[in-house]
């Protein structure tokens, strides 16, 4: 059956389709409310379609269709597998996660932290914050302002007394009992108050108690309430953007040169918090990619404002929007297309700072791109290749004291990683040898290889030969991977060279001597950049191995539940560690009793 044949026979249900190449491989993952009428909108004349679908229609030889209810369930779908599949010819919005964000920890006491990771531990995140000046700035107030703890788990649990920061009137001591919960927790929920952009109302009601405090004769409290307020509407003045209370986002989005930005001003009560900016690469029209934006961005949103500004609504699909809005938050925002007045003002601005992005993203790449074409250049001489080596790979090996060995396989493509196409070995040859694991891990990924060949699969990692493979190591470590090349009949169809550390010493196959390229080589610099990838994706995954089989043997030990676990493992890190630990050490970890500790250590013995 050909390709039109199954477009004619598809349903008028909404759903997932899958476009799929010769190999097999999907390509391009949409949903749609109709999908016989959907599908067949992408067999027009080529001349009506964009380039990019265009040249997705030519390389399509299969579909495949997944029915759903509706198309709200269809969207969540859509997500799942583009995720899944990361297919080529989908935008993948990326979220710039370069920009800190305030963190309430889940703790008993919670502390105030700035960070740039977002995890789900029961902290409470507020952000992002585009101007990590002006967020250092705040923090410092902040703590000036509200005296909470900075003190790490550790150190809290094992405090008696209070320390400096109590004395120079920087923290409340409530690991020395200076302060209960109750009114740590009044000075932790003005803090959230502030930062959650209800910081008038917060100074309200500051300077209600400060004339309590006055009427009281309760001079000193009254003076620190005043410093307080003064120093909260010093920070409000700078954050103010709105006349009025309102609680709105403003969506805008941006795109030229196949390079796109998407970005999102957040303003509560009056006041802009931060901004949320992701960008794509890729071909997309306008009203799709404001559509892509506003799913990716409030799918991790945990509210939706009354209100989100755009500045059009061309082919926003607001029906399908707002049925997905009510499902997720049971309630729809209101889409705002102002032409005049405070909002209008607001929309320009979030225009001015969605065009300057895009401009200095467009001039990132430029210049990253001539620097990687200036390195892959200098490679080639250097190394006397016959071409520019478009795709090297790098390789290294990882363990721990001779457990749980591992090696990794990096990709970089044009000068630049391709972590889609990264993969990991878990070595099973001798644990202790570097040598043997290399010829192991290069042994496998090439018979892969050929296997791909013959038997006319895909893999997006080993269906295609590098032009230069970069291992971790000296004479030993290049050895071991060309031994392993041998016997797989490929020694010669690409170029295998090692890099030492200690001295950036380039090795080549059948040359005696290194080759050493001076520090302000581009081509050492991609060199260095390759294999200092390979060894952090080796080292994390062995690091992530490790942790694994010290919580399996955790989970083993009666009293020793999730807390007590992780209390252990960011104590010891690894079972050797554990091992080579006295009961008295394991017991000072808090809630690990001496009963717990010889249990472990009991069974630590039969390991």
Same mark, same amino acid.
């Given at each position: ?165 109590? +004395? ?24 959230? /108050? ?54 709105? /986002?403003?969506?805008?989005?941006? *795109? ?31 009203? =799709? ?7 990716? +961005?409030?799918?991790?949103?945990? =509210? ?5 500004? @755009? ?5 926003? /699909? ?27 003002? @607001? ?12 401009? =200095? ?37 990882? +363990? ?78 290049? *050895? ?54 390979? +060894? ?72």
């Amino acid at each position: 059956m050909t390709l039109w044949e199954k477009v004619q026979n598809l349903p008028d249900s909404p759903g997932i389709y899958l476009y799929k190449d010769e190999k097999g491989e999907v390509i391009y993952v949409g949903k749609a409310k109709n999908l016989k009428n959907r599908v067949r909108s992408y067999f027009q004349p080529p001349e009506k379609l964009l380039p990019k679908t265009r040249v997705m229609i030519e390389k399509a030889r299969d579909i495949e269709v997944i029915i759903t209810s509706t198309e709200v369930e269809a969207l969540i779908l859509e997500q799942n597998l583009i995720k899944r599949y990361r297919p080529r010819y989908n935008i993948l919005l990326k979220d710039d996660k370069s920009y800190p964000y305030l963190k309430i920890t889940g703790e008993e006491f919670p502390r105030l932290l700035i960070t740039r990771r977002v995890v789900n531990d029961g902290g409470r995140y507020f952000g992002p914050y585009p101007d990590a000046g002006a967020l250092n700035e705040t923090y410092k107030l902040l703590r000036s302002i509200f005296k909470f703890r900075t003190c790490t788990p550790t150190i809290f649990a094992q405090k008696k007394r209070p320390c400096l920061n109590f +004395h120079i009137k920087k923290c409340s001591a409530p690991c020395a009992g200076e302060i209960s919960r109750e009114e740590y927790f009044k000075e932790i929920e003005m803090v959230i /108050d502030f930062l959650e952009g209800r910081g008038e109302n917060l100074i309200k009601k500051l300077k209600k108690e400060m004339a309590i405090a006055s009427d009281n004769l309760e001079f000193e409290r009254a003076a620190k309430l005043r410093d307080q307020i003064l120093a909260l509407e010093k920070i409000l003045a700078k954050q103010k953007i709105s006349r009025g209370q309102r609680n709105a /986002d403003v969506v805008v989005v941006a *795109n030229r040169e196949n390079l796109g930005v998407g970005l999102i001003f957040v303003i509560r009560q009056g006041n802009l918090l931060g901004q949320k900016v992701y960008t794509f690469t890729g071909e997309m029209e306008t009203g =799709e990619l404001l559509n892509q934006v506003l799913v990716t +961005h409030y799918e991790e949103a945990k =509210e939706v404002p009354v209100e989100i500004i @755009l500045s059009t609504r061309e082919n926003l /699909d607001e029906e399908f929007l707002n049925s997905w809005f009510e499902l997720k938050f049971g309630k729809k925002p209101k889409f705002t297309v102002p032409k005049r007045g405070e909002k209008f003002e @607001l929309l320009k601005m979030a225009l001015e700072n969605v065009n300057f992005t895009l401009d =200095e993203k467009i001039k990132l790449n430029e210049k990253k791109q001539l620097l990687n074409e200036k390195a892959l250049m200098d490679l080639k001489e250097a190394l006397n290749l016959p071409a520019v080596p478009r795709r090297i790979e790098g390789y290294d090996i990882s +363990h721990l004291a001779g457990t749980g060995t591992v090696a990794s396989m990096v990709v970089f493509i044009d000068g630049e990683p391709v972590k889609g196409k990264y993969r990991r070995f878990a070595i099973r040859s001798a644990a202790n040898d570097d040598y043997t694991a290399m010829f192991e891990a290069v042994l496998r990924r090439f018979k892969k290889y050929l296997a791909l060949q013959e038997e006319g699969g895909a893999d997006g990692s080993f269906e295609e030969l590098p032009d230069l493979v970069l291992i971790d190591g000296g004479k030993g470590q290049l *050895n071991a991977a060309m031994d392993a090349l041998k016997e797989t009949n490929l020694l010669g169809k690409f170029t295998v060279i090692a890099l030492a550390k200690e001295q950036e010493e380039i090795f080549l196959p059948g040359k005696k001597d290194s080759l050493l390229l001076t520090q302000d080589r581009e081509g050492l610099k991609l060199l260095q950049r390759v294999r200092d990838e390979a +060894h952090r994706f080796a080292r994390g995954y062995q690091e992530k191995k490790r942790v694994k089989t010290l919580a399996s043997l955790l989970e083993q030990v009666e009293g020793i539940g999730p807390k007590r676990r992780k209390q252990l493992l960011n104590k010891f890190g690894s079972i050797k560690n554990l091992r080579e630990a006295t009961v008295e050490e394991i017991t000072a970890v808090p809630g690990i009793t001496r009963e717990i500790a010889e249990r472990l250590k009991e069974l630590l013995e039969m390991e």
